[in-house]
């Protein structure tokens, strides 16, 4: 006789509610260029190519965003995530609160002008030929308490050196 298996099991595709294993999902996404689409209902109401910057669990304070230059997911933001695994082997992953979704991809490979890859966004790259770099110091010393002026050094005279 089997007993039945304390944790559920998945391949290839599935449906978590779990934050442990929604963060264990989305790991992969940490520091990677990714396509969203986000639903409400069946209408796509916005979408777009963006850096994922952090997944965050346990934090009720902070938000989950989606923008050209980052991305945030807290998983605490989401009932659950549905996750398949596309033809080229890569992960589609939904993350759902009610009837709102985002779906994440990772961003398609493109081919450049001699044939090489490139990914279909590249990370925040931008002319900074117009700008000059400043560099402030000494803000991580920590300052010595004033201890007033330094006394005076006490000239030597000729008894001292007998003495």
Known sequence: MSSAPTAKF???????????DMQNLLRPLLKQTVSYRYHRGRELVAYGTGWVERIVVDDPDTSTYFTPISISLNVD?????????????????SLVQGDERVVIE??????????EPIRGAQQLTFDTSGFVQM??????????????PEPAARPSSEADQEA
Not at 10 to 20: A, D, Y
Not at 106 to 115: C, I, K, Q, R
């Open 135 to 148: 560099e402030l110091q000494g803000l991580d010393e920590v300052p010595e308490p004033d201890r007033g």
């Open 77 to 93: 933001s989401f009932e659950h995530l549905e996750f398949d695994t596309r033809p080229d082997q890569l992960l589609v992953y």
């Open 106 to 115: 990772y961003a398609p490979l493109t081919t450049g002008e001699n044939g």
């Open 10 to 20: 998945f391949v290839n595709q599935g449906l978590v509610s779990s934050r442990t």
